[in-house]
């Protein structure tokens, strides 16, 4: 059995083929991945075709450690902070478990929020047979 610890916000943690992912996180790095997706591009068709230096610009601007995910949102048009959760569907989340491999053609990660997978370790606890049968 693994221990799980929760981290510190704005770090990941792996287990295996678990990773615990903090919104916070996402943002660490935002307008050094911004600009990497968006190297060949001169504008944001999405944005009235604002520069993407000027995107960058602002997003190297914000305090990451504490902006706003809005203000975020607000300087790139679209959302790159978002996690939601595959189970309950709730957006938004601070912390989702990310299971299983990158996205492929038939297959792709669960995002599951902390609340679904208390759920989740509950149902699974109560329906574990060898445990009620005192064999475990
Ligand atoms: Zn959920």
């Given at each position: 059995m693994?221990?799980?610890?929760?981290?510190?916000?704005?770090?990941?943690?792996?287990?295996?083929?678990?990773?615990?992912i903090h919104r916070r996180a996402t943002v660490a790095d935002i307008a050094e991945r911004f600009a990497r997706n968006y190297?060949?591009?001169?504008?944001?068709?999405?944005?009235?075709?604002?520069?993407?230096?000027?995107?960058?610009?602002?997003?190297?601007?914000?305090d990451v450690a504490t902006c706003?995910?809005?203000?975020?949102?607000?300087?790139?048009?679209?959302?790159?902070t978002n996690l939601d959760c595959?189970?309950?569907?709730?957006?938004?989340?601070?912390?989702?478990?990310?299971?299983?491999?990158?996205?492929?053609?038939e297959a792709r990660w669960q995002d599951i929020c902390l609340p679904c997978l208390t759920k989740l370790g509950a149902w699974a606890e109560s329906s574990d047979t060898a445990k009620s049968e005192g064999e475990v």
């Open positions: 693994v221990e799980q610890v929760i981290p510190d916000a704005g770090k990941l943690v792996e287990l295996d083929r678990v990773v615990l190297a060949h591009y001169k504008t944001a068709p999405w944005k009235n075709d604002e520069p993407i230096a000027s995107i960058v610009q602002k997003l190297k601007a914000l706003d995910y809005s203000e975020i949102k607000e300087a790139i048009g679209t959302d790159w595959d189970i309950c569907g709730k957006s938004d989340c601070e912390t989702v478990a990310r299971i299983g491999d990158e996205p492929d053609y």
